[in-house]
C-alpha cells in the first residue's frame, strides 16, 4: 500500500457511511475506529440544545501545548445527488456527500497523525481531534468543543479552504423584513398600498446598498454576499395585500456587527420607502428552519442564530499556529497567503468567545460542498495530509520551546 492510498482509506472510511445532520451516530463510530487505529484515545462529549447529540474526540499525549483540531462529520441531505452519495473515485477526484464539506479533511487530520504515529515524531504536549455533530444546522458540536477546550492554545477546522490558509471567516446574519401597507379592492385603481409592492422596494434597496466591497484588515478587499431567501405575503388576488415579509441573510465582516447591519437595513429601508404613505418596513433577526418555521425565541436555534449569532472572526496572522501553517504550506509547495473563508464555521465560538487562536485549513474546495457531484480533489486531499503532518509537530514544538 503506498502513502497516498493508505492516506485515502480514511477519507473513503468517513465517506462511505452517511451522516445528514442528525443522523450521525454511525458515522461518528466508524470515526471513532479510525481514531483508535491512529493511535488516539476516544472519548464522547454531549452537546447541548439536542437530545442525543455528541462530538467524538481522540486525544494523543496530555498537558500544554494543546492543539485542537476540528471537524464536522455532518452532511447536507444527499437527495438530487447524480454521483455516489458514499464515493466514488474518478481520475484525480473523489465524489460523494461530504468529500469537501469535510469530511475529506477530517479525514486528512487523521492520515496525517496516522503518517506521524507510524514515523515515531514526538509531539510536546496534547492533540485533540474533535469530530463535531450538527454544524450544518444547529451548530450545538461546535458550542460544546468551545466549552470543552476553552483553555485551548489554538484550533484549526479543516473546512474547505482548498489548501489555503483561512485566518478569517464571514459572520452570517439572518433576518426578517416586515413591510406593511393598506388593504384595499384590487378593482379601483390606486387603491390601498400594496405591501408586495413595498417589499420588493425595500429589500432590493437593501441589496443594492450593501452588496459592497469592505475592507478586511490584512485580507483586502472582499465582497458581501446578501440576498433574499423566502417571501410571504397577500390572501388573495383580488385584495391589496397589506403586509410582506421578506427572510434575508447577509454575510458579514470582522469589525461589523450585527446590531449595526441591522440598523443600517432598518435605515435603508425607511429611506426607500420615504415617499410611499401608509407602507413601513422593520428589520429584525430571524432564522427559519429548513420546514420553512422560525425558530421562537427560547429555542436552542434563536440562540445560536440570532441571540448569541453567527459572528464573524479573524486571527492575527502573526499568530503561532498561522506561522505554524504557512510554513508548512510553503514547504509543500502550496499558496501561503493568507485567506479568509466565505462561510461561516463552527470554531468561531472558542475563538470569539475565549480568545483561542483559530484558522481554517482543508483540501476540499468550497465551490463544489453541497452540490450535486460534491468531490475533493485527491492532489489537494495528499497536500493537505502533507501539510498537517508537518504544521501539527511545527506548531506543538516551538510553542512547547517557547513555554
Ligand atoms: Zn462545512
Known amino acids: 500500500m503506498t502513502e497516498r492510498s493508505r492516506s485515502e482509506h480514511f477519507l473513503e472510511r468517513l465517506v462511505g457511511v452517511a451522516s445528514v445532520s442528525g443522523q450521525e451516530a454511525a458515522c461518528l ?91 515515531g ?22 458550542y460544546q468543543v468551545a466549552l470543552d477546550h476553552r483553555d485551548a492554545d489554538a484550533v484549526v477546522c479543516s473546512e474547505p479552504t482548498d489548501c489555503r490558509v483561512a485566518i478569517g471567516a464571514t459572520g452570517n446574519l439572518p433576518v426578517r423584513l416586515d413591510v406593511t401597507g393598506k388593504a384595499g379592492h384590487t378593482s379601483i385603481p390606486g ?20 452588496a459592497e466591497t469592505v475592507e478586511v484588515p490584512h485580507l483586502g478587499p472582499r465582497r458581501r454576499a446578501l440576498g433574499p431567501g423566502v417571501i410571504r405575503g397577500g390572501l388573495s388576488q383580488t385584495v391589496v395585500p397589506d403586509r410582506c415579509t421578506v427572510w434575508m441573510e447577509a454575510r458579514y465582516f470582522p469589525g461589523e456587527t450585527a446590531e449595526g447591519l441591522i440598523a443600517r437595513m432598518n435605515d435603508i429601508c425607511a429611506r426607500a420607502l420615504a415617499g410611499q404613505p401608509d407602507l413601513k418596513a422593520t428589520v429584525r433577526g430571524e432564522r427559519l428552519d429548513f420546514e420553512g418555521h422560525a425558530y421562537p425565541p427560547g429555542s436552542w436555534g434563536h440562540f445560536i442564530c440570532v441571540e448569541r449569532g453567527l459572528k464573524p472572526l479573524l486571527t492575527d496572522p502573526d499568530t503561532a499556529i498561522v506561522r505554524a501553517f504557512r510554513e508548512a504550506v510553503v514547504a509543500e509547495g502550496g499558496d501561503p497567503r493568507p485567506e479568509l473563508m466565505y462561510g461561516w464555521g463552527d470554531i468561531e465560538f472558542l475563538a470569539t468567545d475565549h480568545k483561542v487562536p483559530a484558522l481554517y485549513f482543508g483540501p476540499g474546495d468550497v465551490k463544489a460542498a453541497h452540490t450535486a457531484d460534491e468531490y475533493i480533489d485527491l492532489d489537494r486531499y495528499d497536500l493537505a495530509v502533507r501539510v498537517y503532518e508537518r504544521a501539527v509537530p511545527g506548531f506543538l514544538n516551538s510553542a512547547a520551546r517557547r513555554a
Open 121 to 142: 515524531t514526538r509531539l510536546d504536549g496534547q492533540v485533540v481531534v474533535v469530530a463535531t455533530v450538527y454544524e450544518e444546522t444547529l451548530k450545538c458540536g461546535g
Open 191 to 210: 387603491s390601498g398600498r400594496n405591501a408586495i409592492l413595498g417589499a420588493l422596494l425595500a429589500a432590493r434597496a437593501i441589496v443594492d446598498e450593501m
Open 29 to 119: 463510530q466508524v470515526c471513532e475506529g479510525l481514531m483508535r487505529e491512529v493511535g488516539l484515545a476516544t472519548r464522547r462529549r454531549s452537546c447541548p440544545g439536542v437530545e442525543g447529540a455528541f462530538n467524538v474526540e481522540g486525544v494523543a499525549g496530555a498537558g500544554r501545548p494543546k492543539l485542537v483540531l476540528t471537524g464536522h462529520i455532518d452532511t447536507v441531505p444527499v437527495e438530487g445527488m447524480t454521483v455516489n452519495h458514499l464515493g466514488e473515485r474518478r481520475g484525480g477526484r473523489y465524489y460523494g456527500r461530504g468529500t469537501s464539506d469535510m469530511k475529506g479533511g477530517l479525514a486528512a487530520m487523521l492520515a496525517a497523525l496516522d503518517r506521524l504515529r507510524r514515523a
